[in-house]
């Protein structure tokens, strides 16, 4: 209403109108709880106060009233919830430092630590710290995730760290069994990758794994404990690519390779006699052959071995016939011979032959 009023048709006027108009918008938008509008100048105010005070927009206070104003007309605290809620917000933009603040201010002190867990993982990739410091804090952040009960972040963060072997053990946890084993291989822990594979059925991926680490014997006593349960039917019948015995063989090759004889004849113990003959003669382990063969009460095919490969003392020791322990004495006399060897000992060799003719 303009009563009593000219119209204004001044443009600057109507210019300075729209920016106080901007200004008070801004103000009306911008207010949480309470809007303070306040103007000293009782003529320049009139016609704005009497239009709020005519819609009942506005609560009057007059300067002169001398009483209390309560507190909240000036401001009003948010709720728990409300602080929880604009954390919701911050963490949804992955702004997690205010996030943390807010939900620190809502009391929400478990949403606090795992934003600021997720804070901390943001900004570990640019982080100049040593690679060993870096390990710490990851080891570190891994901890505070499963405070959280977020496991698979924790995970994460443990792979981070090269904690391979824990990171084995929280995949058990989380029934991820096959990503399991092969955190346990990677840490070089066989047995239990090799465990989780068998949980899962994985027999070859187990198999195949020893026998990337040259493990022939427990590969091969994988085989056996895999044969048993099948024949004891607690698994769905399904053949290996590889058999125990292929592993031992391997398992006796590298030990011969190390010159670990006595371990080679332990592994080679577990094949049978037919096998390890092949095995012995065929790398010229003439000695542990004979000796096998002789432990199996097979004397003369030892004695005979050994004659076939010029060991004609050692022939000569084995074997009880008389007629062939004197021909590998007179053999190895006439080599003696031909080598020039110790006059003395052909002799001796000779002398035990002819007693052995005055035997026959």
């Known amino acids: 209403s303009s009563q009593g009023r000219s119209l204004m048709v001044n443009p600057e006027m109507y210019k300075l109108l729209n920016g106080e108009l901007k200004q008070l918008y801004t103000a009306i938008t911008r207010a949480r709880v309470n809007l303070w509008i306040f103007d000293e100048n009782p003529e320049k105010r009139a016609p704005a106060f009497k239009y709020f005070m ?31 809620a604009q954390g919701d917000y911050y963490a949804k933009h992955q702004c997690w430092k205010v996030a ?14 795992l934003a600021l867990a997720h804070n901390t993982a943001l900004n570990m990739k640019s982080k100049k710290v040593s690679p060993k410091e870096k390990q710490v804090e990851y080891l570190e952040l891994a901890k505070t995730y499963l405070e959280c009960k977020e496991p698979k972040l924790s995970l994460k963060c443990l792979s981070y760290a090269k904690e391979f072997q824990l990171s084995a053990q929280l995949c058990e946890r989380l029934g991820k069994i096959r ?11 066989y047995k239990d990758a090799f ?9 070859d991926l187990a198999l195949k794994m020893y026998c990337q680490e040259e493990l022939f014997e427990e590969a091969a006593i994988a085989v056996e404990k895999y044969e048993e349960m099948l024949r004891a039917k607690t698994l769905p019948i399904s053949k290996l690519s590889y058999s125990a015995s292929q592993f031992y063989l391997e398992a006796a090759a590298k030990y011969l390779s190390a010159n670990k004889i006595k371990e080679m004849m332990a592994v080679l113990s577990k094949l049978d006699t037919e096998d390890q003959l ?10 542990e052959a004979a000796d ?11 004695a005979l071995l050994m004659k076939q490969h010029g060991c004609l003392l050692e022939a000569a020791r084995l074997t009880a016939d008389k007629d062939f322990q004197a021909s590998c004495l007179l053999g190895a006399a006439r080599l ?3 080598r020039d060897s110790d006059v003395e000992h052909t002799k001796a060799i000779l002398r035990e032959a002819l007693d052995l003719c005055y035997q026959t």
Not at 100 to 113: D, I, S
Not at 292 to 302: D, F, M, Q, V
């Open 54 to 84: 005519g819609r009942n927009f506005v609560q009057v206070v007059k300067t002169d009233e001398n009483k209390d104003l309560d507190d909240s007309m000036f401001v009003k605290t948010s709720t728990p919830e409300e602080w929880i």
């Open 179 to 189: 990503d399991a084993a092969c955190f346990y291989k990677r840490s070089q822990c």
């Open 278 to 287: 092949v095995f012995l003669k065929s790398r010229r382990r003439l000695a």
């Open 195 to 203: 465990r989780c594979f068998e949980q899962i059925q994985e027999f």
């Open 100 to 113: 943390a603040k807010c939900y620190q201010k809502g009391g929400a002190f478990e949403k606090e630590k």
């Open 292 to 302: 096998l063969l002789n432990r199996e009460g097979r004397r003369e095919e030892a």
């Open 336 to 338: 003696n011979v031909a």
